[in-house]
């Protein structure tokens, strides 16, 4: 296989992706983020560091959307163009991030800490990462279903 999509599963690639995921993990750990009473404090605005640590992520982000993609047109590892990836702000956005701050506030964590709290020993977070999964799943093939649906035409009545 050739093109950009070809060096997604080179070892060189996945080297740098388990990098930038255990970089991820230990910022998370290192942080307290990856303890649900941190969040959930944060939530009832009881303690504002994870307000820090997403800033400071967003600033990082931020650097690396404007700067990178002026070093090269293509990226170093994939060989894929740099592009915008839009998505329309609709009723899904709305009704799925309210979903998600819902499932965020009773479980006290995110899908990315929940993985990164199992690293500290918090076994428990299983059966919010089984939620997450059960979620995704569900969700997935409610919009299969969708899909497939015949439309009903307008004034067929």
């Not at 080297?15 to 290192?30: D, K, R, S, T």
């Not at 959307?65 to 329309?88: D, E, M």
């Amino acid at each position: 296989m050739t093109g950009p999509d070809s060096h997604a599963n080179s070892p060189l690639f996945l080297l740098v992706v388990l990098a930038g995921g255990v970089l991820f993990g230990f910022g998370l750990g290192f942080s307290h983020m990856v303890r649900p009473e941190v969040v959930l404090n944060f939530l009832q605005f009881s303690d504002l560091g994870l307000l820090f640590v997403m800033f400071g992520a967003a600033v990082v982000t931020g650097v690396t959307f404007a700067v990178v993609p002026r070093l090269g047109a293509t990226a170093p590892l994939t060989g894929a163009n740099y592009g915008r990836r839009l998505k329309s702000f609709d009723t899904n956005v709305v009704v799925g991030g309210a979903i998600f701050g819902v499932g965020w506030g009773l479980s006290g964590i995110c899908p990315g800490a929940a993985y990164a709290s199992l690293g500290v020993g918090n076994v428990p977070i299983i059966w919010a990462l089984v939620g997450m999964f059960a979620g995704a799943y569900l969700q997935g093939r409610w919009r299969s279903y969708r899909a497939e649906a015949p439309e009903v035409a307008a004034g067929a009545d």
